[in-house]
């Protein structure tokens, strides 16, 4: 059963120099009980894709075409408190930066029970009950549901963010850049609690990151974001094993292997381009070491390549 269809999804920013094509036509389906990862490097539109979802974007933000299915229901008609209801209780956002996220004069405990009490029918002893569950399901003492964000070490803050996206018991959950900042350890401690939580409440996940190991440790679906569009999507273990997009390619290689030679990784070449003023044609193609010139003046569909595989390259094969 597909619980999100986002089909060629446009969100842009009006800004002084023009207008800012964050998001230029992406697509994808998550099922229930499925994590997909956004990846790619910064500015290429990832969070912009989860908050256009949520509809949190900026006040010069604005969906200008596409459409976003959650539910059977058409998000780009859900408005006031229709929307109000879906946010927290069936879609929640893991923010990137706990402490920025949290309110430092407000205990923890009470800005978990605010959405309960907010979405759902019951009291403050029940709401109260509710959050001590959730901090014992996250890993954290039920005990500390009085004490502030800053009596929080980093690792905790994030598992207090954990624990108030899944307070109303959502069907979906985006989490942006969720291992920021932490130390490897506590990375790995928040990434299998991730996991947990996924397989025993079947909960639908988008996570975000430039982080590719974070993401092949959590994700069943892969889609690869670059300058505003999906150039690659597929499973996880398919496109690590077999990905199709020169980006895709140079994202993986730059990442180092632990198992092989001991080496500095490979790098991309150069920065991705001003989204007021893309570049014509493929706008991978100025990094690009395959370019040529049909990639700097038609842009590549996304093309089935295998069964399930998906990359937008002029020089990939459809199946067959």
């Known amino acids: ?5 986002v089909t060629d999804l446009k969100t842009y920013f009006k800004t002084q120099e023009g207008t800012l094509k964050a998001v230029d036509g992406i697509g994808f389906k998550l099922e229930k009980g499925q994590a997909m990862g956004l990846a790619g490097e910064s500015g290429c539109g990832k969070t912009t894709a989860a908050l256009s979802i949520m509809k949190l974007l900026p006040a010069n933000g604005y969906i200008a075409g596409g459409s976003i299915n959650f539910m059977g229901q058409d998000m780009s008609k859900v408005t006031g408190d229709k929307l ?16 920025n996220a949290l309110n430092p004069v407000k205990r923890v405990g009470d800005q978990i029970i605010e959405p309960i009490l907010l979405h759902e029918n019951v009291d403050e002893e029940v709401a109260k009950k509710r959050v001590q569950e959730l901090f014992s399901l996250v890993g954290i003492n039920p005990n500390r549901i ?4 800053h009596e929080f070490s980093g690792g905790m803050r994030q598992r207090v963010m954990i624990a108030m996206a899944l307070a109303c018991r959502p069907k979906l959950v985006i989490a942006d850049e969720p291992t920021t900042a932490l130390d490897v350890m506590i990375q790995a401690q928040i990434l299998q609690l991730m996991k947990n939580l996924q397989t025993e409440l079947e909960l639908a996940m988008i996570i975000i990151s430039h982080d590719l190991s974070v993401l092949a440790e959590t994700c069943d679906l892969l ?13 996880a273990v398919e496109v690590f094993s077999n990905p199709q997009h020169p980006y895709t390619k140079g994202l993986i290689a730059a990442f180092p292997n632990i198992k092989g030679d001991r080496k ?12 007021i003023r893309p570049p014509t044609g493929c706008r991978f193609s ?11 003046n038609q842009e590549p569909p996304l093309i089935e390549v295998l069964p399930g595989h998906f990359a ?9």
């Open 264 to 275: 500095m990784p490979a790098s991309i070449a150069g920065n991705p381009p001003n989204l």
């Open 84 to 99: 109000r209801a879906i946010r927290w209780r069936d879609i929640s956002i893991i923010f990137q930066g706990a402490m």
């Open 223 to 235: 889609s690869i974001m670059y300058a505003g569009k999906i150039v690659e999507r597929s499973s």
């Open 286 to 296: 100025p990094r690009c070491y395959m370019a040529q010139e049909i990639c700097k």
């Open 1 to 5: 059963m597909v619980l999100l269809e």
């Open 146 to 149: 009085r004490e502030y964000p």
């Open 312 to 320: 937008a390259c002029h020089f990939v094969q459809p199946k067959g």
